[in-house]
């Protein structure tokens, strides 16, 4: 229904942006990963899902087509919804996720947050076909760009928080991606 949003950012934060368009302010919720793609950007373009329910009017925001097809791709499975499928995209990025169900690991797909044991190997058996044919990553993209700057060191550990992640787990995941040798279009 709205394929994307193009406007004035009015508002960041990890979990979620405000987006000034024709004088309307969009809340749109993210992933850490289009989270660390906006940066500090005056004007900005995402692309969007809208879910609609009974009492809700709900927009999830991509900075890249390949994040938001592995959405798309992740709710059509039976127990994930929207904001499970926005809370694996924050814990694992696009590239590890596509790795994962490729490789039949469901111990990658278990450890975010909420995802179970049966859920996780129905993500893997459902997108393995799909994923194998198509791919949706353009790159890769590890959370190894946290190293530039503490105050987005602290706020990507805020939004895991705010995700429900025990801070010291948290701060174990952010030290060990960031030890991670990056893969894919990095010098």
């Known amino acids: ?3 994307y949003l193009s ?3 009015v508002f960041k934060d990890p979990t979620y942006v405000i987006i000034e368009v ?3 302010g969009y809340h749109v919720k993210i992933s850490l990963q289009t989270y660390s793609k906006i940066k500090d950007e ?3 373009r995402l692309l969007t899902f809208l879910h609609i329910k009974e009492d809700a009017h709900t927009l999830y925001g991509f900075k890249e087509e390949s994040e938001k097809r592995l959405f798309l791709l ?3 499975i039976n127990g994930v919804g929207p904001n499970t499928g926005l809370m694996i995209l924050s814990s694992l990025d696009t590239g590890e996720i596509e790795q994962a169900i490729l490789s039949g690991d469901v111990g ?3 450890a975010v ?3 179970g044991i049966k859920t996780a190997q129905r993500i893997i058996l459902e997108l393995k076909d799909k ?3 198509q791919g949706t990553s353009d790159s890769t993209t590890p959370l190894g760009f946290l190293k530039s700057s503490n105050k987005v060191r602290e706020e990507a550990l805020q939004a895991l928080v705010t995700l429900g992640f025990p801070k010291a787990m948290a701060e174990k995941k952010y030290r060990s991606n960031t030890q991670k040798k990056p893969k894919g279009k990095f010098p």
């Open 1 to 3: 229904m709205i394929a």
């Open 7 to 9: 406007g004035k950012l």
């Open 22 to 24: 024709g004088g309307i």
């Open 42 to 44: 005056e004007q900005i």
């Open 74 to 76: 992740l709710i059509s």
């Open 108 to 110: 990658t797909i278990q």
């Open 113 to 115: 947050k909420g995802i």
């Open 131 to 133: 994923i194998g044919k």
